[in-house]
Each structure stands twice: as C-alpha cells, then as structure tokens.
C-alpha cells in the first residue's frame, strides 16, 4: 500500500520553520528570479538597455525642469549628477515596491495549482527589480568617474544603504501585497503613492531645503535617509547623515516585521486570487 503525503502549509505560522522552509526552496526562488528576468527581456531588440531608459529620461527631465527652469539648489553639485544620484536608488524602491505588491495576484495561477513557500513571490519580484538597479548603477559609477566626482570614504556603506531599500520594499511590498487579495483596488493605488512619495523624498531637492524642525519627521520615509546616504558617498556634498538612516532604517525594519507577520498571516485566502 503506497504512503500518502500530504503537504501542509503553514499559512498564519510565523516562526523559524518558515525561514527554514523558504532556505529549502532556494533553488526554486532562484528559478522564479530568472525566469522574470528573461520574460521581461524576451524578444526585445535593446534587451536590458531598456532598464537604463526609466533613469535617463528621468535624470533629462528633471535636470531640464529643475534644473536649469526653477534652478532648485544641488549641494553645490552639478544638477544632473545630483539628480542621478537621486534616480538611481528611487527607481530601485518605486519599481521593486510595485513589482513586490503585485507578486501574489501576478501568480494566482500557480498557487491555485502547486504548494510551495509563498514568501518565495514578493522575494523574487524584489530582486527581479534589483538586476535592473545594478545595471543602472554601474552607470551610475561610470558617469561618476567621468565627471570627474570625489568619492568618500563613505562609499563603502553603500550596500548598508541599498539593504534598508530591500527591507522596505518587502515589508510595504508585502503589506499591499496581501491587503490586494481582498481589495484589487491597491494595485492600482500604488501608481499613485509611488508618485506621491517620489515628491515626498528628495530626488529632485535636497534635505536641506526642509525646515530644520519637521526633518526627523520628514525621514519617516524610509528613501530620505537612503537617497542622501547615496549623494554624501558619491557626490561628498555633506558629511553623512546617520542620524536620518538610522531613522529610515528603522522605519524600514519594523514595516518588515509587520509585513511578513501580515503577510504569513492572509497566506490562506492567496489561492483564491484570480
């Protein structure tokens, strides 16, 4: 008589096992990043240059809008690069915060058919999005170079940085995520406060220009804290401003604890999404 085994999830169990489980499905996880990777590439003639274009139109816009028409001030930098050095990690968190939001909807039918460890999808969709921030950032250093920018030593806290990124993504990726189970209506509402937050970061305009007393409030944003970690490394216009990551970072860790707890929590009702 051949065994019967059954797979149980465990859908609303946040512990250790889950961890152990998800290292488990690596190679799987690593399966589902390459395959977002070459669906997204599939028969385009440009192939990844594509992932350059978001951030140069970007950089060309701004540098022209503020620029050179409402000339708002760079730390002394010359706009264009100040306005990359914005770009480059904002793009990562807008486009990897939509991209994890809409994971689980995204693989509705695959959950209805298979079982396996469901923090794999907003993982995945993050670090999809990250192939196309390396690319940007290695020309980002490029252009760097070639402008002739000083480096800090501070540089060599740049991954720290782009791990606060990652952290935000998944806890507020991870959040929307599941609330999109019950309610589509996220999907299409994280358009609009990507925009909103895009404002409320300092992409085009530096901290500075943010009143003294409302700037630890303003650093609630988890990117404000990363973007002007990002320009004091590249672009050396002002010593580093730890006490603004500290905030972001922590703002960021705690929106991951309460996302994967959400996350474990809804992890029942994702096969119904169709």
């Known amino acids: 008589m051949k065994k019967l085994t059954v797979i149980n999830s465990r859908s609303g169990q946040l512990s250790l096992a889950s961890f152990r489980e998800l290292w488990d499905s690596r190679e799987m996880l690593m399966l589902w990043i390459w395959r977002d990777i070459k669906v997204r590439y599939a028969q385009s003639a440009l192939g990844v240059s594509w992932s350059l274009f978001p951030m140069l139109s970007q950089v060309l816009i701004y540098t022209m809008v503020f620029g050179k028409l409402v000339r708002i001030d760079s730390d002394g930098a010359p706009y264009a690069l100040f306005a990359l050095t914005g770009v480059v990690p904002w793009l990562f968190f807008s486009q990897a915060l939509n991209a994890v939001s809409s994971s689980v909807y995204g693989a509705g039918p695959f959950l209805q058919k298979i079982y396996f460890p469901r923090l794999i999808l907003p993982i995945a969709a993050m670090f999809d999005k990250f192939f196309d921030f390396l690319i940007s950032f290695c020309l980002l250093l490029i252009l760097l170079a070639f402008s002739g920018a000083s ?21 507020f990726g991870m959040l929307a995520a599941a609330v999109a189970v019950h309610f589509r ?49 590249l672009l050396a216009t002002r010593p580093m401003p730890w006490d603004l990551i500290a905030i972001s970072a922590s703002v960021a860790l705690c929106s991951l604890l309460l996302g994967v707890i959400y996350f474990k929590a809804a992890e029942a009702k994702f096969a119904d999404v169709g």
């Not at 480096?151 to 806890?171: D, E, K, Y």
């Open 151 to 171: 480096f800090s030593i501070s540089v060599l806290f740049l991954p720290f940085l782009v791990l606060i990124i990652m952290i935000a993504v998944l806890g």
């Open 185 to 233: 209506d996220v999907l299409h509402i994280m358009g609009y406060v990507s925009m909103a937050l895009m404002y409320a970061s300092p992409v085009v305009y530096p901290v500075s220009l943010v009143p003294a007393e409302y700037r630890y409030i303003y650093s609630l944003n988890p990117m404000v804290g990363v973007i002007e970690g990002f320009r004091s490394a």
